[in-house]
């Protein structure tokens, strides 16, 4: 294990730690100096493994300030910045975003069970059973799924929309999370009937009613599930965050998840950095869904072939992807990844670059990004103190 990876992951995360919580980035870059709730959570769980108290204390303050500015309705803010000359509340930008509300219940309940702590869920209980409330209002006809729009999450210009595997995965995480305090029988109901419409309508040769049954039929299935589906049918590409989530939460079958597995891992000795990229195959202009690609995005067009989103390779998705492998007893695979993730985070002195062009290696986006650090600690963690979430 690199024991200097790691103490550099560990001084950025006390770089960007504030008395608000965790920012995104270190580097001087506006929408970056924000605490963000799906990076404030993900940081926030690399403190956790990591047992450094001075960072488990921003965690708790990245919560504070989520539960602190929640939209009256329930949403949690996507990011927040708080500055001396003015605070600003963000939802999120072309749409709201849907796994800030499930990142922040994750959180909670991740930080009080590391404490030993229900009464930290009870101090949030208001703010997570509106979160809750808010999710069963966003499946719209009741059947179970989240309904996502264009732009609704982390991959935020992407072509995902619809019922998002990552959406849903994500839900029955914070749902087991808060339930192990809870004890509730509604609610292990609800958890039961996701993922059962999750297998059902993600998962080849499934036996229940589907969704769309027509789409479903058209679909060639592969050995992962496929990243989202909505009335205009499937969209096939591969989610690497997704199926690593799938993982980690057991669902699939014995056999599927070996498959899923297998694939990941495969496809990540084909790249040239060894490491996952985040959605696959990469999509290129003469591609079905080139326009969506290029038309979803606020400012800037950066999903070009192999970076970003669309085919690029993200060391915090390969940390999920390495807690997988992890999970899965393949201990040394798990080894493989953490040190491909050390070796792209330790380019130009370790500057923690968001994500990397998957064919030619370049570095793309924001450097000393927080959650790139994250993923070294969390697999780091996992592969020498046995580290372990709430699953």
Not at 263 to 290: K, V
Request: glycine fraction near 6%.
């Amino acid at each position: 294990m690199n024991q200097l990876a790691y103490n550099k992951a560990l001084d950025l995360l006390h770089q960007v730690a504030t008395p608000n919580g965790f920012l995104a980035s270190a580097e001087n870059t506006t929408n970056y100096k924000r605490v963000w709730a799906r990076d404030g959570v993900i940081c926030g769980l690399a403190a956790l493994a990591s047992g450094d108290e001075q960072l488990i204390a921003t965690f708790r303050n990245t919560l504070e300030t989520l539960a602190k500015h929640q939209h009256p309705i329930g949403t949690i803010p996507s990011n927040v910045l708080i500055s001396d000359e003015k605070t600003e509340v963000s939802y999120g930008g072309l749409a709201g975003r849907v796994d800030a509300v499930t990142w922040f219940v994750v959180g909670v309940c991740q930080y009080a069970f590391y404490k030993a702590d229900p009464s930290f869920v009870k101090q949030y209980q208001n703010q997570i059973e509106k979160c809750l409330a808010l999710l069963e209002a966003w499946e719209f006809n009741n059947k179970h799924l989240l309904y996502t729009p264009l732009s609704g999450n982390w991959a935020d210009e992407y072509i995902t929309d619809g019922y998002v595997l990552y959406d849903q995965l994500l839900r029955v995480w914070a749902l087991k999370s808060y339930n192990y305090f809870e004890k509730s029988d509604t609610i292990s109901t609800k958890i039961k009937n996701i993922i059962q419409q999750i297998e059902v309508n993600f998962m080849p040769n499934s036996i229940g009613e589907k969704y769309h049954e027509r789409a479903y039929n058209e679909v060639r299935f592969q050995d992962f599930m496929p990243c989202s589906f909505s009335p205009s049918g499937y969209k096939i590409n591969y989610d690497a965050f997704a199926n690593s989530l799938a993982l980690l939460l057991n669902i699939g079958t014995e056999e599927y998840q070996n498959r899923m597995l297998r694939y990941s891992y495969e496809l990540s000795e084909q790249t040239t950095l060894g490491l996952l990229p985040a959605f696959w195959p990469t999509i290129f202009e003469t591609d079905e869904h080139w326009n969506l690609l290029k038309n979803n995005c606020k400012y800037e067009f950066r999903n070009h072939p192999y970076e970003f989103h669309n085919g690029g390779s993200w060391p915090m998705v390969n940390g999920f992807f390495g807690l997988a492998l992890y999970s899965k007893n393949e201990r040394e695979k798990a080894k493989e990844i953490l040190a491909k993730i050390n070796a792209v985070n330790a380019q130009f002195e370790f500057s923690f670059y968001e994500n990397f062009n998957t064919k030619t290696a370049e570095p793309n986006g924001v450097a000393f990004c927080a959650w790139s650090a994250a993923a070294t600690i969390l697999v780091h963690q996992s592969l020498t103190t046995n580290f372990k979430f709430l699953i």
